[in-house]
């Protein structure tokens, strides 16, 4: 039975591979590598979106919650569906406009400054890491839950993936990877809400009904997890503003070829990702009703494995041929999930450290492209290192939880420098870096405060940090500029950035990276 679900998954795996193999034939240039030369459709850059959105974190996260705390759970499903409202309307035309491969390029674009391209580089590399760290436990879970690999070693696996895919495929390789992995979740999601309905006559209320019957109404009601008033309002917040300062996903408005495609690309991703959201309550309670919480802890304490643990029961159960084929086709996808969205975060981190630090504030952009592209692939080793690393100590932890966490501190920190730096033309640098390091500071330090690290003891009474570090963000980048002496050339050059950002032309007199 191991040997067929062993089959089952090295096939899938295969099958990525072979793209990376394809696509590392193809990834030659910087444009390449960064952006997969800017050539992808809106339904092609959608699904890779989706993709990045999908992560197995978030999927094998919401569901383990919804199990583990019922509705609690299921908002942070909900605030997935509203979370790229912010971005189809604030972001992404003036963001794929203005930037070239990096949120670094939009705002030393704006404030032709090094310190504020080192300040993007800290918030990309402090976000990117966060968010890696759940996705990296997410999948030693799953391969310790389908092979019996100890956790450490699943670790170490999960990041030798990631880096095969990015150090030889780059954006091509990860984007196709995306929108594969894409069609394979919806589609599991889907064979697998029919299978669950079809054990209560199709009626998605009897789903509710039987864990509520098994667990009490109590299950139904709010405050299992989200105990303090604040943490409803924080943790929409987080989503509203968080997502639009996630480097992985804002990096992929440059693989379209104009801010029309960016803009149908955010249209499908919210289509598609709103779909595969809307059903993960109803697989979290599905599990709770027939697998039981007593076995999803059993199996992963934080209820990572929920999802999985309810495929194999509704394949026939433990020990069964169509539950193990089943869990091993679901922990398949997910893993194959779980590596494209790693190696899209490791693409974004390393493309910080490699063309913002490297290339454009140690050698002033006097690089020629192979050296670009072999120092983006050593900065992808190390950033695969400390992904390892940080991985080996997030065991036990609810991954969703963290990956809110890393969207917390996307909204405090990258949001708000952001925003500013395309909307306010008094803003500039000491406005980016007072911004960043104020919103970097709060959020990490309250968030371990918070009841997610301390548990019962506390000292900031939040699980989900923004309602109190996005004000400390904003405040901090307007305190900053606004006390600090007006600095002509940002000045200067917002009227560039407003000219670029809504039309996506090239002003002659532009010094900014032109790719029109």
């Known amino acids: 039975m191991k040997l067929l679900s062993l089959a089952i998954f090295v096939v ?6 072979g793209i990376t193999y394809w696509a590392a034939r193809r990834t030659r240039t910087v444009s390449d590598f960064y952006t997969a030369h800017g050539n992808l459709s809106p339904l092609q850059n959608g699904f890779a979106l989706a993709g990045d959105w999908m992560s197995a974190a978030a999927f094998l996260g919401f569901s383990g919650l919804a199990a583990l705390y019922g509705m609690d759970g299921s908002l942070y499903a909900a605030g997935a569906l509203v979370a790229f409202l912010a971005i189809l309307m604030l972001v992404a035309e003036p963001i794929r406009n203005t930037g070239r491969f990096t949120l670094g390029d939009v705002i030393a674009f704006r404030m032709q400054r090094p310190q504020a391209r080192l300040a993007a580089v800290l918030g990309t590399v402090v976000v990117s890491l966060a968010y890696l760290v759940p996705q990296m436990a997410g999948g030693a879970a799953l391969l310790k839950l389908l092979l019996g690999v100890p956790y450490a070693i699943s670790i170490v696996g999960v990041g030798i993936g990631m880096l095969v895919y990015v150090v030889f495929g780059g954006m091509l ?5 995306q929108i594969i992995k894409a069609v394979l979740l919806l589609g599991t999601a889907t064979v ?3 299978l669950l309905l079809a054990q209560f006559g199709f009626d998605p209320l009897a789903v509710f009904g039987a ?5 009490g109404p109590q299950l139904l009601a709010p405050g299992n997890y989200l105990k303090h008033p604040l943490d409803q309002l924080s943790l929409g917040l987080s989503f509203a503003f968080g997502t639009a300062g996630l480097p992985h996903v804002m990096t992929r408005f440059y693989t379209v070829r104009d801010a029309q495609t960016a803009r149908r690309s955010a249209v499908w991703l919210m289509f598609l990702a709103g779909a595969f959201f809307l059903v993960t309550t109803l697989i979290g309670l599905g599990s709770a009703a027939l697998v039981g919480q007593d076995v999803i802890r059993a199996a992963d304490k934080g209820g990572n494995l929920a999802l999985p643990l309810l495929a194999q029961y509704l394949g026939g159960g433990p020990g069964s041929l169509g539950g193990e084929i089943f869990l091993a086709v679901v922990v398949a996808v997910a893993f194959a999930t779980i590596l494209a969205v790693v190696a899209a975060l490791t693409l974004s981190t390393s493309g910080a450290i490699a063309h913002d630090l490297y290339v454009n504030v140690m050698r002033g952009g006097q690089v020629g492209e192979r050296e670009q592209v072999k120092v983006a692939r050593i900065a992808t080793l190390a950033v695969g290192a400390f992904a390892i690393l940080f991985g080996l100590l997030a ?7 963290l990956v809110i966490l890393a969207i917390s501190i996307a909204a405090s920190a990258n949001f708000p420098v952001i925003v500013l730096s395309l909307f306010w033309r008094r803003f500039n640098t000491v406005g980016v870096v007072a911004g960043m390091t104020a919103g970097l500071a709060s959020s990490v330090a309250l968030a371990m405060l918070g009841p997610a690290f301390m548990g019962a003891d506390a000292l900031f009474p939040i699980v989900n940090p923004a309602v109190a570090s996005v004000p400390i963000g904003f405040l901090g980048a307007i305190l900053g500029a606004l006390l600090s002496r007006r ?6 050059q917002f009227d560039e950035v407003i000219f670029r950002a809504n039309t996506g032309l090239r002003d002659d007199a532009s010094t900014g990276p032109a790719h029109h």
């Open 12 to 17: 899938i795996l295969a099958v990525t591979l």
């Open 173 to 177: 390789a990860t984007t196709w990877v």
């Open 192 to 194: 697998l809400v029919a």
């Open 211 to 215: 864990a509520e019957t098994r667990y």
């Open 395 to 401: 065991q036990g932890i609810n991954v969703a939880v």
């Open 487 to 492: 600095d002509p050339v940002s000045e200067a």
